[in-house]
């Protein structure tokens, strides 16, 4: 049932045996715009429902909507309509995360889509566009990752879920792209008379240089799983003698937030760490319960990012892990996390572990966790058994 501004087109009701008449406008291309019900069910008073969105001016027809106008506000933190409604339903969502979303945009999408016009994108469009991101030579002088690629392709995939719910389009092109095949850089983890070694009382001045702050930061991270920003945001008051409470993280942008996934917890602590964390704060000369422990230059900010990694990455060397082998086994600050759940787990039940690091999911525990051949003793005393 065409017309000349718009096609009606009837579909079953919930109720048996009544239809509903459903109309697409046209554009100025004479192409059809997403079906809206008219909730009439005769042809003439969905006709007359039709003619009445015209004349109020309430049909959205501006089909030369081009991807670049579609996204100027998208991932602003104080513009975007996406966030504000996640805001206001209460769901998780960071600043951190909508900058890297912005930055996937206006790095790898705009260039590609910015132009087109947004109805006009197609599947193949997106598939073409995910194959050419690993061609693309990103900001560190190397080919893009498929990892990166594929966190591309998330923030497409949401922006266009978008588009339909708005009615911009009908169908979201980015509906079955399938995500490239992924091999991620595996975190190594220290083996434990490295670690030992790390932290035996005596080899602070050799190995760290007599400096106690980064000794200490490390120490806690490893004996607890914490975060870098979980370290980097313990104050005073956070720090008892048998556990530490993890309330806050650190933004290098934005600063003091909460901890990722708001994974406030407690952790108890050995009487080493306990000890060392202690001795920092005697040297404090006000003991502010609200002051950072391990803060840097200025008071009020913790210790940098570069310097925790420079300083370990230093120690590392000072034990005999040349620069060399440190980036093959990729070991960074967050092994430590790594390596905690790593030494735990089995020895603790998995609830128990995951309330200590934090994770959200049992998978992200597995994901965190290393075997090394030591661990395998007791599968390996059986087997001798059998086979003796």
Known sequence: MSHKYFHLHKRPSSKKGKYIYYVQFYDEYGDRLTAKSTGQTSKAAAENWSYEQLRKGLVFVNK?????????????????QYIKRKIARNKRISREYADTNRSYLDTHIIPYFGKKILYKITP?????????????????????????????????????????????????????????GETPKEKNILKIDEVRTLFRDDTIKQVWEENLLHFTINLLAASTGMRMGECQALRIVNVHDEYVSVVHGWSRKYGVKEPKYSSKRDIP????????????????????????????????????????????????????????????????????????????????PDPKLQAMTGHRSIQMTNHYTKFNIQDFRDVQEIQEECFQ
Not at 70 to 79: F, I, K, L, Q, S
């Open 64 to 80: 030369k909507l081009t991807f670049n106008e579609y996204a100027r506000d998208w991932w602003y933190w104080d513009r975007c």
């Open 124 to 180: 193949n469009m997106v598939e073409t566009w995910l194959f050419s991101l690993r061609e693309k030579i990103g900001k560190t002088g190397k080919l893009l990752s498929a990892t990166t690629a594929n966190c591309c392709l998330k923030t497409l995939r949401i922006m266009m879920d978008e588009a339909v719910r708005q009615e911009y389009i009908s169908v979201s092109p980015a509906i079955g792209i399938e995500p490239l």
């Open 269 to 348: 602590i050995p009487r080493k760490t306990s000890n060392y964390l202690h001795s920092i704060i005697h040297t404090f000369p006000y003991q502010d319960p609200e002051e950072l422990v391990f803060f840097g230059e200025d008071r009020a900010k913790p210790v940098s990012h570069r310097s925790i990694l420079d300083w370990l990455y230093r120690a590392l060397e000072n034990i005999g892990i040349s620069p060399g082998e440190r980036e093959k086994r990729n070991v960074t600050f967050h092994s430590w996390r790594h390596f905690f759940n790593s030494y735990f787990r089995g020895k603790v």
